[in-house]
């Protein structure tokens, strides 16, 4: 009788080759006493030995029925698979080395580092699910560019996946960094601030694109006859024809009648076809393309299912709860399926005899009673464009045509980043084709401008009555042509959750050094687009310092730094006038 098999999840996946690689020792095996290191099997299989396979059903390891393994054969395939070494293997190849884990590309202040260190350098890439800032294959990339200006160094794969718990990952990190470190030392590189090589930055770039360029899966959901097949398809007609994403249609009844032949209508069945449709739908995403499905998806853990896909494919999961209510979807029914469910001859039909479990996460939720197919696609368009995902205006409209949208930070927006953003708009003026506004890494929310400020608001008769904070979000940040900050640490915080816009987020002290340093006659878009590619450190000296209850004099000070500061910026940003254009 041939050994039952099973294939893990990817995280069990990971954990398996440290296990047989002997990176988690003492630990054996799964599911040992206190130990992070679990596999989840259906009933049927717990208490057996068992296969552990890969997705392609390649035999890897023998489990036992006490939960140790041993291995088969380790995967065969998949990029930088010679990068995978064992610790054994490690530790004989680069004996007397530096070892330097690394979750994330390096910049070069970060390189300096290594340059400097008496040792040969090993970068540990820590590949596993949940682990890398970037996704595994862009953060093997990455340390492979870096190590070319780092001379002898070198770069191990270490898929150490992440178990939900931020204190156990931290200590599962030390032991695998030791087992492959052995008695050399390990470097943990500190949160340092700086640029990437123009090499790195263009893989970071790559792999982390902006909204417009980033995949993704727009999923309807909503009854039968709530109109969300008809919106969808007048969205996806409104994308093609602005020509901007290419775009994949995965109608519910299409895809029954082609990826899913043969399903019934059972609640398994029906999970199952939203689960093969998500699947699809996240590969399109995964090269950037736009999926546009509008299955009835009636169950939130498999719309969830098909989300962590999408997440786990790298593309962006939008949906749509199409809320039109019940008695509306009823009275629009020509075929009569709502009346037969009714009558008992549809078994399971979602709204009478099966649940519709209504989501609590939509991005957009609309009921298109009483509205037109226009009114209604239009307001998709419209969240979409506010989320970056497509752009706004025509076609044809002209980049240079559009505003310059500055965003400044602080931490709690309540001091300093309005303070910027109020003057800036007062110094600017009308028709600057510039447009700015603040917020905060942290703190208050809807709150009014700090007293601290009020003296200096005053001076230059500044109306802060309509100001409220409010914090710096991914969208806002992806929103912006041009993120200035107040101090380092603030654009750091920024660039850990968008590594990829590091291109037009700097420390205003920076912006200002920088533009400073190029050609004088470089101003608006052509000075940013400059600026991505030249730009001046980040130093302390740039900071502007906090004057939240630090009295007047503190107040005063921050003032007068962050207006001479905006007197470059404005000067840099508007356009010079042209002949003929109003003084």
């Known amino acids: ?35 992070p290191i679990t596999l989840d099997l259906p009933e049927e299989l717990i208490g057996q030995e068992i296969e552990l396979v890969d997705p392609e059903g390649l035999p890897l390891a023998r489990l036992h029925p006490d939960g140790s393994v041993d291995a088969l054969t380790h995967a065969q395939h998949g990029p ?23 979750v994330d590309a390096l910049t070069e202040v970060e390189l300096d580092q290594l340059r400097a260190l008496p040792t040969s350098v090993v970068l540990l890439a820590l590949t596993g699910p949940g682990t890398p800032e970037l996704s595994p294959v862009a953060l093997l990339r990455a340390s492979l560019a870096a190590v070319a200006r780092v001379p002898g160094a070198g770069v191990v794969a270490v898929p150490l996946a992440a178990h939900g718990d931020t204190q156990v990952d931290h200590e599962l990190g030390v032991r695998v960094t030791a087992a492959y470190a052995g008695p050399d030392p390990v470097l943990a590189l500190g949160d340092v601030d700086g640029d990437y090589p123009d090499d790195v930055a263009a893989i970071v770039a790559a792999d982390q694109p902006g909204p417009e360029r980033r995949g993704l899966v727009l999923f309807f959901t909503g009854l039968s006859g709530s109109g969300k ?55 399109i995403s995964r090269h950037g393309g736009v999926a546009v499905c509008s299955p009835i998806a009636p169950f939130d853990a ?37 009346a037969k469910a009714r009558r008992g001859e549809i078994p399971e039909f979602t709204g009478i005899s099966s649940p519709y479990e209504e989501p609590a996460d939509a991005d957009l939720r609309m009921d298109t009673t009483g509205r037109s197919i226009d009114d209604c696609r239009d307001e998709v368009i419209q969240a979409l464009t506010k989320r970056g995902y497509i752009s706004s205006g025509s ?12 965003l400044f930070v602080c931490t709690a927006n309540i001091c300093r980043s309005p303070y910027l953003e109020l003057r800036a708009r007062q110094l600017l003026g009308p028709g600057s084709g510039v447009e700015v506004s603040s917020a ?44 200035l900050t107040a101090e380092a640490d603030h654009r750091t915080r920024l660039l850990e959750d968008r590594p990829a816009a590091f291109r037009k987020i700097f420390t205003l002290g920076q912006f200002v050094a920088s533009a400073r340093a190029v050609d004088p006659a470089l101003r608006g878009r052509d000075l940013l687009t400059a600026l991505e590619h030249r730009r001046v450190p980040v130093s302390p000296d740039h900071d502007i310092p906090d004057p939240y209850r630090r009295g007047p004099a503190q107040a005063r000070q921050a003032a007068v730094t962050m207006d001479a500061m905006l007197e470059v910026l404005v000067d840099r940003l508007r356009p010079i006038p042209q002949v003929g254009d109003p003084t």
């Open 1 to 35: 009788m041939p050994t039952p098999q099973h294939c893990p999840s990817p995280r069990e996946l990971a954990d398996l080759e440290l296990l047989t690689v002997g990176a988690l020792a003492p630990l054996t095996g799964f599911n040992e006493p206190g130990s």
């Open 80 to 102: 930088f698979r010679r990068l995978h070494l064992t610790p054994s293997q490690v530790r004989e190849q680069y004996a007397g080395a530096t070892f330097v884990p690394v």
């Open 229 to 283: 097949s008809t919106v969808a398809q007048a969205v996806i007609d409104a994308l093609l024809e602005s020509g901007e994403r290419t775009v994949t249609s995965l109608d519910g009844d299409v895809v029954r009648r082609n990826l899913s032949a043969g399903l019934t209508f059972s609640r398994e069945d029906r999970e199952t076809n939203i689960r093969r449709i998500g699947w699809v739908a996240a590969e």
């Open 302 to 338: 498999t719309r969830q299912d098909v989300r962590t896909m999408t997440d786990a494919a790298g593309g962006a999961f939008f949906l749509v709860h199409v809320a039109t209510p019940l008695e509306e979807c009823e009275r629009r029914d020509r075929k009569g399926l709502y």
């Open 395 to 406: 076609p044809d409209e002209s980049e240079d045509a559009a505003p310059i949208r500055v």
């Open 440 to 483: 905060g890494t942290r703190g208050f929310d809807a709150e009014p401008v700090s007293d601290t400020m009020e003296a200096e608001f005053s001076r230059h008769g500044t109306d802060t009555s309509a100001f409220r904070s409010r914090t710096a979000t991914a969208d806002l940040v992806d929103q912006a042509d041009l993120v």
